[in-house]
């Protein structure tokens, strides 16, 4: 038998919300049904491997505080597979399906990308492994092209066509490996796609590339037997001054310009979502409505920094707010990744659980929430009846486009003046989600 990483920890059970233990869920009850459906269904829950398995605690003004060496030297494949080891014993206590990677979050990146590719392979049939007689899957791969200095004027965008080639080898490999692990799901973040200034850049033939390389990449899957969706995860700022994935929408419009769009969805960050202004109910939204709502990076940010601070999803308003747009959607074909990280006194490895069951409880909340308030039905019938106008007579020509401008002209000429357009009711609407939140 493996020796027990996480020792101490059991398999977290559900034991309700009058519960006082810190390693219980008080709201996720993996088999309870809602809307038909059973919570796991609901709410395919990832391990970032990232923050869960990698991150330790650093800050630019501070080392690491978290010891993630897992008994072993970091930096050696011995501790990729220590970080395996411990990931599937994580998901297996938390009850987590999925997982989500960056190459390099897997393995030590090599300085020749064919050792790096050698050892992606090595770890990829050891977690194949692991896999088997769990129900643990992939959810997305991903390639990390950012961290490397050669891309500091992006991947697809870079300046440098051998940057560029370099782009292409790190996707074809992360492709491979997703596909090899079932994968639902391939992700493409910006990373430094963007700019700092424009006196040194070419916008539109940066575009261009990444679109090129985006391309390239759907040909490949398609080609290796890749059936699931890509994705772009926007992002506004960071670590680029302005990034070309600023939003839902621009992503959208930009996808839809270089004919990606029949491969692609979006994978939708709470944190980036705020970071561009928006709520993050606003960006799965815009989403949903174009049908391009594909999978979520559960998080969120604090409204008091500006950063992406990557927090433990905590703020249930918004999770139930989120769910409602994911249950009108009708389920995401991705999944939930916690692209979440502990803060950094938060070190040891009872707080890492402590994180998950507060993410997971959080969504479970928001979906209990979510469907009530789908239940209770009045903000929907509200909004029925706040277009009303536009189902009989003048207005149900505009929607039908049966009308010219010099009808409607004519029409506003003959009423002479137009009745105030009715009360949007915003604080009655909000006191209703009050009442079915704390009923
Ligand atoms: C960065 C971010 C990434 C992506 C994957 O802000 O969210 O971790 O999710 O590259
Ligand atoms: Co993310």
């Given at each position: 038998?493996?020796?027990?990483?996480?020792?101490?920890?059991?398999?977290?059970?559900?034991?309700?919300?009058?519960?006082?233990?810190?390693?219980?869920?008080?709201?996720?009850?993996?088999?309870?049904?809602?809307?038909?459906?059973?919570?796991?269904?609901?709410?395919?829950?990832?391990?970032?491997?990232?923050?869960?398995?990698?991150?330790?605690?650093?800050?630019?003004?501070?080392?690491?505080?978290?010891?993630?060496?897992?008994?072993?030297?970091?930096?050696?494949?011995?501790?990729?597979?220590?970080?395996?080891?411990?990931?599937?014993?994580?998901?297996?206590?938390?009850?987590?399906?999925?997982?989500?990677?960056?190459?390099?979050?897997?393995?030590?990146?090599?300085?020749?990308?064919?050792?790096?590719?050698?050892?992606?392979?090595?770890?990829?049939?050891?977690?194949?492994?692991?896999?088997?007689?769990?129900?643990?899957?992939?959810?997305?791969?991903?390639?990390?092209?950012?961290?490397?200095?050669?891309?500091?004027?992006?991947?697809?965008?870079?300046?440098?066509?051998?940057?560029?080639?370099?782009?292409?080898?790190?996707?074809?490999?992360?492709?491979?490996?997703?596909?090899?692990?079932?994968?639902?799901?391939?992700?493409?973040?910006?990373?430094?796609?963007?700019?700092?200034?424009?006196?040194?850049?070419?916008?539109?033939?940066?575009?261009?590339?990444?679109?090129?390389?985006?391309?390239?990449?759907?040909?490949?899957?398609?080609?290796?037997?890749?059936?699931?969706?890509?994705?772009?995860?926007?992002?506004?700022?960071?670590?680029?001054?302005?990034?070309?994935?600023?939003?839902?929408?621009?992503?959208?419009?930009?996808?839809?310009?270089?004919?990606?769009?029949?491969?692609?969805?979006?994978?939708?960050?709470?944190?980036?979502?705020?970071?561009?202004?928006?709520?993050?109910?606003?960006?799965?939204?815009?989403?949903?409505?174009?049908?391009?709502?594909?999978?979520?990076?559960?998080?969120?940010?604090?409204?008091?920094?500006?950063?992406?601070?990557?927090?433990?999803?905590?703020?249930?308003?918004?999770?139930?707010?989120?769910?409602?747009?994911?249950?009108?959607?009708?389920?995401?074909?991705?999944?939930?990744?916690?692209?979440?990280?502990t803060r950094r006194p938060s070190y040891t490895m009872e707080d890492m659980f402590h994180a998950y069951i507060l993410g997971m409880d959080t969504f479970a909340l928001g979906l209990i929430k979510a469907a009530a308030l789908i239940e209770d039905s009045r903000l929907d019938k509200f909004v029925e009846d706040r277009y009303a106008s536009y189902r009989s007579g003048i207005g149900a020509k505009i929607r039908s486009g049966e009308t010219t401008l010099a009808e409607l002209a004519a029409y506003a000429e003959k009423l002479g003046a137009p009745e105030l357009p009715g009360s949007g009711r915003q604080e009655y609407l909000e006191s209703i989600v009050n009442q079915v939140m704390f009923n």
């Amino acid at each position: 038998m493996m020796k027990e990483i996480f020792e101490g920890i059991p398999v977290i059970p559900y034991e309700g919300p009058a519960s006082k233990n810190a390693l219980a869920f008080k709201f996720y009850d993996s088999d309870r049904v809602i809307m038909g459906k059973k919570m796991s269904e609901h709410l395919p829950f990832a391990m970032a491997w990232w923050h869960n398995l990698c991150a330790a605690g650093t800050d630019m003004f501070g080392r690491d505080t978290a010891d993630k060496s897992f008994g072993l030297e970091k930096g050696t494949m011995e501790h990729a597979k220590a970080k395996v080891d411990a990931g599937f014993e994580f998901m297996k206590k938390l009850g987590i399906r999925y997982f989500c990677f960056h190459d390099v979050d897997l393995v030590p990146e090599a300085d020749d990308i064919k050792e790096t590719n050698r050892r992606l392979d090595e770890i990829s049939d050891y977690i194949l492994e692991k896999m088997q007689g769990t129900d643990i899957k992939c959810l997305w791969g991903t390639a990390n092209m950012f961290s490397n200095p050669r891309f500091m004027n992006g991947a697809g965008s870079t300046n440098s066509a051998d940057v560029f080639c370099f782009a292409a080898a790190q996707v074809k490999k992360a492709l491979d490996i997703t596909v090899k692990l079932g994968g639902r799901g391939y992700v493409f973040w910006g990373g430094r796609e963007g700019y700092e200034t424009l006196l040194n850049t070419d916008v539109k033939f940066e575009q261009e590339n990444i679109a090129k390389l985006m391309h390239l990449a759907v040909d490949y899957g398609r080609s290796i037997g890749f059936t699931g969706d890509f994705y772009i995860e926007p992002k506004p700022k960071e670590p680029m001054k302005h990034q070309y994935d600023f939003d839902a929408a621009t992503a959208i419009g930009f996808l839809r310009q270089y004919g990606l769009d029949k491969d692609f969805k979006l994978n939708i960050e709470a944190n980036h979502a705020t970071l561009a202004g928006h709520t993050f109910q606003h960006d799965l939204r815009i989403s949903a409505i174009n049908g391009m709502l594909g999978s979520i990076d559960a998080n969120q940010g604090d409204m008091l920094l500006g950063w992406d601070t990557d927090e433990f999803p905590f703020n249930v308003y918004d999770a139930t707010m989120c769910m409602y747009e994911v249950l009108k959607a009708g389920g995401l074909t991705g999944g939930f990744n916690f692209d979440s990280k502990t803060r950094r006194p938060s070190y040891t490895m009872e707080d890492m659980f402590h994180a998950y069951i507060l993410g997971m409880d959080t969504f479970a909340l928001g979906l209990i929430k979510a469907a009530a308030l789908i239940e209770d039905s009045r903000l929907d019938k509200f909004v029925e009846d706040r277009y009303a106008s536009y189902r009989s007579g003048i207005g149900a020509k505009i929607r039908s486009g049966e009308t010219t401008l010099a009808e409607l002209a004519a029409y506003a000429e003959k009423l002479g003046a137009p009745e105030l357009p009715g009360s949007g009711r915003q604080e009655y609407l909000e006191s209703i989600v009050n009442q079915v939140m704390f009923n």
